[in-house]
């Protein structure tokens, strides 16, 4: 077989087989492998694929053949123990110099070791978050490519093209050494979670406290997404919240259990967040939220069982709307700052030269959390590289000063009603933490020295001495 193929790719599930198209539409020849043979020539064979410049290959022999040289294959499989698997059948197939991607959600430090262990073999290697879904593989995704700077390089066109594109801007840039991109990936799923708690409890406190019906709720959510809220999500929302069962005729939301599943990629990010002494508290509480809600029996009975006020909201119900506004805006700019902090944390701790404005940049389009309000992140960073926390930027600090009156009136308005809204309440309290100069800390240190004998350093002695009392003396 002549090697035409300017890549190959393995793993033809929906993102596998968008992703095909996606290099095709931009004048790549793709060579392509899946496990299942009949699968792939059902793709192949397709009406969408139709005309496409795509090579099947039954065996890895033939797909590396048909790769022009030096071969770059992507995978497009299950994280975890499938990608060592496809890894170890290229390995001994492959030249000095070929590259393998890896485009799943794998864990950042299975990338950490798989980069080191084919530099060592010789050969190249980029793990790199793909954001967007199904559509996004389609017609441009989020693109954030770690590894090896010169595996980059010889790859970095094929990703650039078939990424998104906002404001004529490739929504893919080079994030760093070896896990930095899947790590990249990993928070903008963190990330995620939080905002999709943040606008599901803005939904839930409308519905249940304000009693608004759904064209209702569907109205406020668009004029939202027309403002400082502009987001893919808040769009998703309004047309779900527009969506109506044909079998019911109730709306949507109305016959979905109220079960949320998860794949991983937020825990994952508030486990680093604890490895790394990093609070990321909304982003977490956002994952208990999803665990809590898994627990439907559970909750039925106890339903039954626990009270709570069982009050009803008296006040206005247009200047709460607002109120909910500007909770959701600056709840979100939390979920944000916390994201934004693990990274510059993690890139300390692994050795990465992370670029928080191109990061931003290339979230703008393609991926599940682009917003509006992105390109502020960017101006932010210009403004002040060293930035510890966006809190500290004017930009978002003139935001949340504002927006706390009505923030602080919705927590403790769910908190009178009894309405949990673990997602809110986490925002403002890393807010009143952050901005307080002396917190409960002391006693927590006072604590751990009397029964462990821990140590603790003094207010009026230099920084990094330690010292410990004899407590029961």
């Known amino acids: 077989m002549a090697a035409q193929a300017d890549i190959g ?4 599930a929906v993102m596998g087989q968008n992703l095909v198209l996606n290099m095709c539409d931009h004048g790549y020849t793709v060579a392509v492998y899946n496990r299942t043979t009949a699968k792939m020539y059902d793709f192949v064979n397709s009406e969408a694929a139709k005309g496409k410049s795509i090579i099947p290959c039954e065996t890895i022999e033939e797909l590396l053949a048909a790769i022009k040289g030096p071969r770059p294959v992507m995978l497009m499989v299950k994280a975890g123990k499938p990608v060592d698997d496809n890894i170890e059948s290229l390995i001994p197939l492959m030249d000095k110099g070929d590259i393998i ?6 864990h ?22 793909v954001s967007g879904g199904e559509e996004g593989a389609r017609f441009g995704p989020s693109i954030m490519p770690g590894g090896q700077r010169a595996a980059y390089d010889r790859v970095g066109k094929i990703l650039v093209d078939i990424s998104a594109k906002v404001d004529n801007e490739a929504c893919c840039t080079y994030i760093g050494d070896d896990g930095a991109g899947h790590y990249v990936k990993m928070v ?19 519905k249940n406290v304000l009693k608004m019906d759904y064209p209702q709720m569907q109205q406020v959510f668009s004029g939202w997404n027309k403002g400082d809220l502009d987001s893919y999500l808040m769009e998703i929302t309004t047309d779900i919240l527009g969506k109506t069962d044909p079998e019911t005729g109730k709306p949507m939301c109305e016959i979905i259990l109220d079960r949320a599943g998860q794949k991983g990629t937020g825990s994952w990010t508030s486990q680093s967040a604890l490895e790394l002494g990093v609070a990321a508290p909304t982003i977490a509480e956002a994952v208990f939220a999803r665990c809590i809600s898994a627990v439907k029996g559970e909750r039925v009975a106890a339903a039954t069982e626990l009270s709570g006020p069982g009050t009803e909201f008296s006040g206005n119900k247009e200047d709460f709307i607002k109120a909910i506004h500007d909770a959701l805006y600056a709840s979100k700019i939390m979920s944000y700052a916390q994201g934004f902090a693990l990274m510059t944390q993690a890139a300390h701790e692994y050795g990465w030269t992370l670029d928080f404005g191109a990061i931003s940049m290339i979230w703008r389009g ?11 992140i960017k101006e932010a ?12 930027d004017p930009y978002f600090k003139d935001i949340v000063l504002k927006a706390q009156d009505n923030w602080r009136w919705v927590v403790s308005e769910c908190v009178r009603l009894g309405v949990s809204a673990p997602a809110f309440s986490s925002a403002l309290a890393y807010y009143d933490a952050y901005r307080t100069e002396t917190v409960w800390a ?12 821990h140590t603790y350093e003094r207010v009026d002695k230099p920084a990094g001495e330690w010292f410990h009392t004899e407590w029961m003396k």
């Open 442 to 453: 002391n006693m927590i240190q006072a604590q751990r020295d009397y029964f462990g004998a």
């Open 381 to 392: 960073y210009e403004r002040n590289p060293g930035l510890k926390n966006l809190m500290l």
């Open 108 to 129: 950042f430090p299975d990338t950490i070791r798989r980069n080191k262990y084919l530099q060592d073999k010789g050969l190249m290697f980029v793990g790199t978050g």
């Open 188 to 206: 903008h799923n963190g990330i995620e979670y939080g905002d999709m708690q943040l606008i599901s409890e803005a939904y839930y406190l409308m």
């Open 101 to 106: 991607i890896d485009g799943g959600n794998s």
């Open 366 to 376: 393609g991926c599940i959390i682009r917003a509006h309000f992105l390109h502020r």
């Open 9 to 12: 790719l393995i793993g033809l």
